[in-house]
């Protein structure tokens, strides 16, 4: 999946995000989460990517920091399996 998305920050500051993947865990199944860069390059053959909770409204996407570090660990841990599943 590669599809731009306007997107609110946590400080209600507007970005565009190139989304890399949208999905759940088994752990916190009332959560979204979204993978997405603004396509830095770490190195020649590599971009940074972020992951966040995704909120979505009727008219607005937000993006909401994952604060709990086990939380963190299981969605990390989950966006590596699925990138190393493609």
Not at 9 to 22: L, P, T
Not at 38 to 64: G, M, N, Q, R, W
């Amino acid at each position: 999946m590669e599809n731009e998305l306007v997107v609110s920050g946590e400080n209600g500051v507007k970005y565009k995000i190139k989304v890399i993947d949208i999905f759940t865990v088994d752990e916190y199944p009332e959560k979204e989460y979204i993978a997405y860069t603004f396509e830095e390059p770490v190195d020649a053959e590599h971009i940074k990517a972020y992951i966040s909770i995704l909120k979505e409204t009727e008219t607005d996407f937000s993006l909401l920091g994952i604060s709990d570090k086990a939380e963190w660990d299981i969605v990390q841990q989950e966006f590596n399996d699925l990138i190393s599943a493609e």
